[in-house]
Nanobody, 127 residues
């Protein structure tokens, strides 16, 4: 069992930056894929970014909509994952979730590949 707690969300103006954190407890965090997803109001949850576990060499993947603006990373010594978000746009608004996979080590992109989910943190981009 892995418990995940996201933090770092908030209200930011367009063009601003935020860093989300995902603190994990339990399980084997370092060897597991870590993903970030988001859900905008009235829309389905979508993939944002992912980073593989130790054996993958930390491979990363980012959705096309955030490439060049968002960066996923992790600190396995702290059992924590991060999503650095720069040049935020109103369309980035939504609830952001982190997730950890029990069976995959690469930077996987599909919700069904993830086992444990956090409760989500709200990100609002508005002037």
């Amino acid at each position: 069992q892995v418990d995940l707690v996201e933090s770092g969300g908030g209200l930011v103006q367009p063009g601003g930056s935020l860093t989300l954190s995902c603190a994990a407890s339990g399980g084997t965090f370092g060897s597991s894929a870590l993903g970030w997803f988001r859900q905008a109001p009235g829309k389905e949850r979508e993939f944002v970014a992912a980073i593989g576990g130790n054996w993958s060499g930390g491979i990363t993947a980012h959705a096309d909509s955030v490439k060049g603006r968002f960066t996923v990373s992790r600190d396995n010594a702290k059992n924590t994952g991060y999503l650095r978000m720069n040049n935020l746009k109103p369309e980035d608004t939504g609830v952001y979730y982190c997730a950890v996979s029990e069976g995959y080590e690469g930077a996987v992109k599909f919700e069904w590949q993830y086992t444990y989910w956090g409760q989500g943190t709200q990100v609002t981009v508005s002037s």
